[in-house]
């Protein structure tokens, strides 16, 4: 059964903390890896990982994907109380499959 | 225009009523999908079309469920006699082209059955 483990399912930090979010997947002709945040409102897009090793960085966030072990991480340094939100990944095989999120709490 | 827009955002339906969704995808983005997020869930897949063409309804999750495209563009999601489980934010998102690409949603209806 394909399927997307996210974890942990929920974590409350300190502003200025680093936090690292998990992904693992099992996904029939797996394509890609997709990291998205979703606040009150529809998930936005953050990142798509094809390839293992290759770790892609937008400001503060990063990700990686790891194909042989089946994960991809998400790394945000120096949290924000504006990264407070949930953070879905999803993994496109013959259709995409997402995880439950992790919900993250940045507090002041 | 500028990005995924669906109608209506809120919608209250009492069990048995017919409803229809709305999801206007990006001018020219080929492939679009419906989703169905419950309270506290990650996306669940619906349906998936490439332009016109459904290719993929395995997730559509009765035949009280039907999605249409007719011009390749603009998506509708019918839900007959909907029942309470049917309660969820339904998610329209597309994408320039097919498959393994990083696609934008829209920001959903929210279904409330009573």
């Known amino acids: 059964e394909d399927k997307v483990v996210q974890s942990p399912l929920s974590l409350v930090v300190h502003e200025g903390d680093t936090v690292t979010l998990n992904c693992s997947y099992e996904v029939t002709n797996f394509r890609s890896l997709l990291w998205y945040k979703q606040e009150k409102k529809a998930p936005t897009f953050l990142f798509m990982l094809?390839?293992?090793?290759i770790e892609k960085k937008s400001g503060r966030l990063s990700s990686i994907l790891d194909k042989k072990e089946l994960f991809s991480i998400l790394n945000i340094t120096a949290t924000q109380t504006g990264d407070s939100a949930v953070y879905l990944c999803?993994?496109?095989?013959?259709?995409?499959?997402f995880g439950t999120g992790t919900s993250l709490t940045v507090i002041p | 225009g500028a990005g995924v827009s669906q109608s209506p955002r809120y919608k209250v339906a009492k069990r048995g009523q017919d409803v229809a969704l709305r999801c206007d995808p990006i001018?020219?983005?080929?492939?679009l999908f419906w989703y169905q997020q419950a309270l506290g869930q990650g996306p669940e897949f619906l349906t998936y079309?490439?332009?016109?063409?459904?290719?993929?309804k395995s997730g559509l999750p009765s035949d009280r469920f039907f999605a249409e495209r007719p011009e390749g563009s603009v998506s509708t999601l019918k839900i007959q006699r909907t029942q309470q489980e049917d309660s969820a934010v339904y998610l329209c998102?597309?994408?320039?082209?097919?498959?393994?690409?990083?696609?934008?949603f829209g920001s959903g209806t929210r279904l409330t059955v009573v």
């Open positions: 094809t390839s293992s090793g």
């Open positions: 998102a597309s994408s320039l082209v097919a498959s393994n690409y990083g696609y934008t």
């Open positions: 079309f490439q332009n016109e063409a459904q290719l993929d």
């Open positions: 999803a993994a496109a095989g013959n259709q995409f499959y």
């Open positions: 001018s020219g983005h080929v492939s």
